[in-house]
T-cell receptor
Framework: KNEVEQSPQNLTAQEGEFITINCSYS?????LHWLQQHPGGGIVSLFM???GKKKHGRLIATINIQEKHSSLHITASHPRDSAVYIC?????????FGTGTRLQVFP | KAGVTQTPRYLIKTRGQQVTLSCSPI?????VSWYQQTPGQGLQFLFE???????NKGNFPGRFSGRQFSNSRSEMNVSTLELGDSALYLC????????????????FGSGTQLSVL
């Protein structure tokens, strides 16, 4: 079993829909990162969470340390949100990555 | 503020050869970490350097090595290339160690796409 599990693996949505991507982990962590990767490879760091909730524009990220679970929400989704979203948990010695969620938003 | 710069962008090598990849972090960042990304295995941690010292290493063979210079620039080296080393190699820079909660963000380079023939 992977130490970091993401769901769903693939997600399609119509423009304007509310989207949720989930990340569960089985190890103790110092921090959790949500990353976005567009075709072509470039990775952008969206959020770092160690507790609670963060919001940036249409993106909201939450983490429940006790339940070892985090969610990334996208409100009013747009075709430009189409990308792979990756959860990465930070331990003192390294980052461990989930397998990613491929999101496609259609107009 | 300049971003993280990785060179070269693309590289084609043959089995048995050696390759060196370069990563220049954001000014002021002391941590550089390296990752391998393949379609089958996803993103995997290679190693991390902080203030010229290797702090952590992933589960990769000794053919994968790296170093960090006093200006925080880092290089990674892969010797005796194998077909399975074909991958996108990414580096990230940050103020503190990547696994800690000291970093609000990680900054990734565009990667080096290595093809081994």
């Amino acid at each position: 079993k992977n130490e970091v599990e993401q769901s769903p693996q693939n997600l399609t949505a119509q423009e304007g829909e509310f989207i949720t991507i989930n990340c569960s982990y089985s190890v103790g962590i110092s921090a959790l990162h949500w990353l976005q990767q567009h075709p072509g490879g470039g990775i952008v760091s969206l959020f770092m969470l160690s507790s609670g909730k963060k919001k940036h524009g249409r993106l909201i990220a939450t983490i429940n340390i006790q339940e070892k679970h985090s969610s990334l929400h996208i409100t009013a989704s747009h075709p430009r949100d189409s990308a792979v979203y990756i959860c990465a948990v930070g331990r003192t010695d390294k980052l461990i990555f989930g397998t990613g969620t491929r999101l496609q938003v259609f107009p | 503020k300049a971003g993280v710069t990785q060179t070269p962008r693309y590289l084609i090598k043959t089995r048995g050869q050696q390759v060196t990849l370069s990563c220049s972090p954001i000014s002021g960042h002391r941590s550089v970490s390296w990752y391998q990304q393949t379609p089958g295995q996803g993103l995997q941690f290679l190693f991390e350097y902080f203030s010229e010292t290797q702090r952590n290493k992933g589960n990769f063979p000794g053919r994968f090595s790296g170093r960090q210079f006093s200006n925080s620039r880092s290089e990674m080296n892969v010797s005796t290339l194998e077909l399975g080393d074909s991958a996108l190699y990414l580096c990230a820079s940050s103020l503190g160690l990547t696994g800690t909660a000291t970093n609000e963000k990680l900054f990734f380079g565009s990667g080096t796409q290595l093809s081994v023939l």
